[in-house]
């Protein structure tokens, strides 16, 4: 329909920690939903690297991802797919906290900070620049914590900053704060509520992550992350699916479990072939 616009929102991908299986998942339930737009709402980058936390441990004796270098590409390689598979026609990027992590690098160095004043190198060592978004058609947001709103005065999205325990805390703090519509990452917790207000009826989401949850059972990847204790964290895997229709929006929280989402009656399983 015409009058009906469809967004996909994913967010703390955090590269190369991310979970193949739930990428892919996301991925098939996307192609099946065909949005208008994506956003992509922080940490799609892990930047380990750049950080003060020591890098995670895959199999015993061997890094994960050994450079900083690879660990871009790996990040360059998932944004084309995500790209072409998604085919949307609209697309934006808010930096994390994740992301951040390169500005925070760049400004521990006196140095480096004076020749930011280079106009080329001060552009060259950016997101946008790095990931070419501008090329992409994709709307960068600025420098975290930076949001933006999708529709103005109607619905804001950031990655944001502070994560509460439980699901739904985060954002519904945000939506009081707004007073508008809001989608909020970082706290990795997956969740929809909803406010109403005279005139209107406002909702607030929190978009999960598509990242290594870390229980600690299985082989390579999936045996542990970065964490002391990733099992008390309450992360949960998934994305969000928004339909806008007559003025308002109609949003949903996909969860995904060990690899599979079930949408709209449809399993999607990532451990079988698209038929």
Not at 208 to 231: D, F, M, Q, R
Request: hydrophobic letters at 40%; a neutral charge.
């Amino acid at each position: 329909m015409s009058d009906m616009e469809k967004y996909l929102v994913i967010g703390d991908l955090q590269i190369p920690y991310h979970d193949p299986k739930a990428v892919e998942v996301m991925l098939r339930v996307a192609e099946d939903f065909k949005p208008d737009g994506l956003v992509i709402n922080g940490d799609f980058c892990d930047w380990r690297t750049l950080s003060d936390h020591y890098p995670a441990i895959d199999e015993p004796g061997n890094r994960l991802i050994p450079t900083l270098k690879e660990e871009v590409q790996l990040q360059k390689d998932l944004l084309d797919e995500i790209l072409t598979r998604v085919k949307p026609t609209m697309s934006w990027w808010n930096d994390g906290n994740h992301e951040w992590r390169l500005n925070r690098m760049l400004y521990k160095f006196p140095n480096i900070v004076q020749l930011l004043g280079l106009a080329e190198l001060s552009t060259r060592l950016t997101v946008q620049s790095i990931f070419n978004l501008d090329r992409l058609g994709i709307k960068h947001s600025g420098n975290y914590p930076n949001g933006f709103w999708l529709k103005k005065g109607d619905l804001w999205i950031e990655h944001g900053f502070n994560t509460s325990l439980k699901a739904g805390y985060t954002v519904s703090r945000l939506l009081d704060a707004r007073g508008a519509s809001v989608i909020v990452g970082h706290c990795e917790r997956l969740a929809v509520v909803w406010k109403r207000n005279i005139d209107r009826k406002l909702f607030g989401a929190e978009g999960g992550n598509l990242s290594i949850l870390g229980e600690k059972a299985g082989k390579g990847i999936y045996s542990t992350v970065p964490h002391t204790a990733p099992e008390l964290m309450n992360h949960q895997q998934g994305f969000l699916l928004l339909t806008r229709y007559d003025n308002q929006w109609y949003p949903e929280a996909v969860p995904i479990h060990n690899g599979v989402a079930v949408w709209r009656g449809k399993v999607y399983d990532s451990s079988k072939k698209v038929s």
